[in-house]
């Protein structure tokens, strides 16, 4: 199949693809090259941070899905007891009044004052779709390139 390429969408290609592009890949490469010297441990200690950077970036998310007002960072997470120690601890005052805060509080959005409707993954990516082309063709909105490749590699 022959089909046309006009350099708009041969430059929008090789920016998917490259954003496709592991950090992961490029030290795989790097390695295989011969040119940097290898060492074994700093390769174990490299993969193992490559891991666990991987897992406190899922667990951010999986936060972040959580339907609170300021949700909690991950280091703040993952290093509780230290964070607790230097701020002296929540009182129980303050934990009831962030319970009740949360709770209390309807789905809605402050200029309909209707109930925000949840949307399913494909709508979501739809949507994404939407904007992507919106900020490409439109003239009168001023728009960054590299928001619309963050748009772009959000929707990858």
Known sequence: MIFSLNI???INFSTNAWNSVSQQTINNCWRHTGILPQNEIGNKI??????AVRDEMELQDLINQLLFDDPMDIK??????DF???????SDEKVISMVKSNNNKPETDPN?????EIIS?????????????????????????TELNLLKKLRH
Not at 85 to 90: D, I, P, S, V, W
């Open 8 to 10: 708009y969408d041969s």
């Open 46 to 51: 490299e993969d193992y941070d490559d891991q």
């Open 76 to 81: 703040e997470f993952l290093h509780i007891d």
């Open 84 to 90: 607790l120690k230097r701020n002296e601890g929540l």
């Open 112 to 116: 309909e004052g209707e109930l925000l």
């Open 121 to 145: 993954k494909r709508e979501a990516l739809e949507y994404l779709d939407d904007l992507v082309v919106f900020f490409e063709h439109s003239l009168n909105v001023s728009s960054d390139s």
